[in-house]
């Protein structure tokens, strides 16, 4: 079974200030992927990145990066140069990857981190 | 916008009734899921489809059913539906459910409130 722990319930950031939002995992499974999703106000949840387990390199999509730390089960979220508009609930998820097909690997969330970013 | 489409994106409906929400994936995805969020829970898995067939069970209770048709839309029924039940569901596709980098893409939700 996957855990994921984010324990910021919530954060405050000065606008153009950037921002970590800690997430950590436990997982038995040799391969997965770590997700981040924002959920603003209004209640859709949105994609904002991913990272493999097996990459070796640190997923960046614009303005978010995410440190992964496999040693310590750790996927933080860096947000730089914060925006009014980020300030939303952030969601850590995680699944487990199949290489044949079989199963059902869905995502697990976190109970999120609610983000404000002041002016 | 995600590309996956759920509509209604809000119902009010009373106690013991039954309600239908229904998601259109993203084009190409075969792999949907249904979710729950409501305040104490947070966000429950209830159950996947991939390619017409159910693939897996979460925390769906069973006046839940659902189903994915041969044109890959799914549809969630909520039946004797009890004030406990008012929630934002979700629907999520992606193009399988187990290779790695597929990412899960979310609709905009479906908020019900049973009164």
């Known amino acids: 079974a996957q855990k994921i722990t984010q324990t910021q319930p919530g954060m405050f950031v000065q606008e153009k200030e950037a921002v970590t939002l800690d997430c950590t995992y436990d997982?038995?499974?040799?391969?997965?992927?770590l997700f981040w999703y924002k959920q603003p106000s209004s209640g859709e949840m949105i994609f904002l990145i991913y990272?493999?387990?097996?990459?070796?390199q640190n997923a960046t999509e614009g303005r978010y990066s995410l440190n992964f730390q496999k040693a310590r089960k750790s996927a933080n979220l860096v947000i730089s140069a914060s925006q009014l508009g980020d300030s939303a609930m952030y969601f850590c998820?995680?699944?487990?990857?199949?290489?044949?097909?079989?199963?059902?690997?869905?995502?697990?969330f976190g109970k999120g981190t609610k983000l404000s970013v002041i002016p | 916008d995600s590309g996956v489409t759920q509509t209604p994106k809000h119902l009010i409906t009373a106690t013991g009734q039954r309600v239908t929400l229904r998601c259109s994936p993203r084009?190409?995805?075969?792999?949907v899921y249904w979710y729950q969020q409501s305040l104490d829970q947070g966000l429950q898995f209830l159950i996947q489809?991939?390619?017409?067939?159910?693939?897996a069970k979460g925390n769906i209770l069973e006046r839940f059913s659902a189903q994915q048709f041969p044109d890959l839309h799914s549809e969630l029924n909520l039946s004797s539906l009890e004030l406990g039940d008012s929630a934002l569901y979700f629907c999520?596709?992606?193009?399988?459910?187990?290779?790695?980098?597929?990412?899960?893409?979310f609709g905009e939700g479906s908020w019900l409130t049973v009164v």
């Open positions: 999520a596709s992606s193009v399988d459910h187990t290779a790695p980098g597929n990412t899960i893409y």
């Open positions: 997982t038995s499974d040799p391969s997965y992927g």
């Open positions: 990272q493999g387990s097996y990459d070796q």
């Open positions: 998820a995680m699944r487990p990857h199949s290489y044949s097909g079989a199963g059902s690997y869905q995502l697990t």
């Open positions: 084009s190409g995805d075969l792999s």
């Open positions: 489809y991939y390619n017409g067939e159910e693939r």
